[in-house]
T-cell receptor, first 113, second 117 residues
Framework: DQQVKQNSPSLSVQEGRISILNCDYT??????FLWYKKYPAEGPTFLIS?????DKNEDGRFTVFLNKSAKHLSLHIVPSQPGDSAVYFC????????????FGQGTTLQVKP | SAVISQKPSRDICQRGTSLTIQCQVD?????MFWYRQQPGQSLTLIAT?????????ESGFVIDKFPISRPNLTFSTLTVSNMSPEDSSIYLC??????????????FGPGTRLTVL
């Protein structure tokens, strides 16, 4: 049973526009959510996180939104840059920031110049 | 950010053999984690390795198949035993370290790409 789902395997956007990556989850016990970016042949890199007591968190061009009632979170990248092209993973934890994460399948983002 | 190295970076092995993957961190950390990513799948936590105690395995993973050592606060090994083609995956080491945005952030190593023939 996939507890964290990224239903879009890929997304293509134009440079300068907004990229919106979506993630759904089923476990209501999740209390901490994260986004990671992964380039080929590298490990995932932490981007941004949000705890369940918040509905928005931002860091520069990256904003994560959490809708607990819908069990949905999204990552907005504005403006998108070609260097943002990578695989983006959504992850969740039911035990806070303890390192025990459940990941989605990933969405490949391509930002076209 | 944490500097995490893994050896080997990739390997091709025959079924029935075992491979030990090493993870080295540039500073002391309490908790280390081993994940795997099977082809086309998401990352899955195998076990949590704390120094001085036995590793804690997630559901579906057992010590006989994935023995883990944690001899000190900067090093850990994961062995994939009696391999079968289903073990073909990327195996990643991960640590919790103080980060830029959060008190603790989870950093990942570059991964070990294992192919079992």
């Amino acid at each position: 049973d996939q507890q964290v789902k990224q239903n879009s395997p890929s997304l293509s956007v134009q440079e300068g526009r907004i990229s919106i990556l979506n993630c759904d989850y089923t476990n209501s016990m999740f209390d901490y959510f994260l986004w990671y970016k992964k380039y080929p042949a590298e490990g995932p890199t932490f981007l941004i996180s949000i705890s369940s007591i918040k509905d928005k968190n931002e860091d520069g061009r990256f904003t994560v939104f959490l809708n607990k009632s819908a069990k949905h979170l999204s990552l907005h990248i504005v403006p998108s840059q070609p260097g943002d092209s990578a695989v983006y993973f959504c992850a969740a934890s039911a035990s806070g920031n303890t390192g025990k994460l459940i990941f989605g399948q990933g969405t490949t983002l391509q930002v076209k110049p | 950010s944490a500097v995490i190295s893994q050896k080997p970076s990739r390997d091709i092995c025959q079924r029935g053999t075992s491979l030990t993957i090493q993870c080295q961190v540039d500073s002391q950390v309490t908790m280390m984690f081993w994940y795997r990513q099977q082809p086309g799948q998401s990352l899955t936590l195998i076990a949590t390795a704390n120094q001085g105690s036995e590793a804690t395995y997630e559901s579906g993973f057992v010590i006989d198949k994935f023995p883990i050592s944690r001899p000190n606060l900067t090093f850990s090994t994961l062995t994939v035993s009696n391999m079968s083609p289903e073990d073909s995956s990327i195996y990643l080491c991960s640590v919790l370290r103080p980060g830029r945005l959060e008190v603790y952030e989870q950093f990942f190593g570059p991964g070990t790409r294992l192919t079992v023939l």
